[in-house]
């Protein structure tokens, strides 16, 4: 299912209704990655019609995908999922759009993506929000509910987890605005305060309804929060050599002479 899903992406997103969705996710991709720099860009996948990757200001644009396709903006490398064929840190900047919903173990992908980046490269991953009412629709109603059913659904708040581990610096982690609130003429601006407010108070509870989530992480070299050494050496350990041990013999000579 690694492209399958994809492809269906990118002729689900050409939905005129859809227009806001993917331009909601370009505008959080974009301000993630709004200093990234480089030579090189992977993007793993197709699933929007019109990636916003291609405004990152690297020199070139690579897009893999399971089959030879002409992509705007980018040059195709047919490659499989599981064994990404870039050498070590030799990518600045990775996207991976719906990639991590379309494979069964998305950890390894994960590990891939960190043996290809450079230091301080940057990772900006786009998924479903498994929490969305909207999206839950979409799983059990409609006529493509088998597709989005058999999609891996992941959270934001797991990925956060899974990059951390990996020892990269969270830069933006964010969910889409309330995509299910209608929109209209506003002239007073009491309705968008009140979408901001319920937004915020969603955000207080854990309740993210935003249908699409935004992770992008920068790859460090040393940990985020250094260990203190906040230990003393004891009074009793004298150096023999360059090394640290303890004596016995000083330690009993001076329980005697106190005696």
Known sequence: MQFQFQQFLNHWYRQPRLRGLLDAQAALLQTGLERAFGYYLVQLGAPWPDSPATHVKVSTHVLVEGRPRKAPG???????????PFGRES??????????ETISDPYHLLRQVDRM??????????????????NQR????????????AANWIGMHRVVDWLNLLGYEIILAQHTPLGWLPEGRDEEGRW????????????????????????????????????RLDWKLANWLPINKGAWIPSRRLQHRSVHEKG
Request: charged share 25%.
């Open 74 to 84: 980018f040059e195709t490398v047919v490659a499989d999922f599981d064994l990404l």
């Open 117 to 134: 980046l450079v230091l301080d490269g940057h990772v900006a991953i786009c998924g479903f929000n498994p929490f969305s009412l909207a």
């Open 192 to 227: 968008s305060r009140w979408k901001e407010q319920l937004e915020y108070g969603l955000e207080k509870a854990y309740l993210h309804s935003g249908r699409f989530y935004c992770v992008v992480a920068q790859k460090r070299s040393v940990p985020l929060n250094p260990t």
């Open 138 to 149: 979409l799983r059990h109603f409609g006529r493509d509910k088998d597709r989005f059913k």
């Open 91 to 100: 990518v600045d900047v990775a996207v991976l759009p719906h990639t991590l």
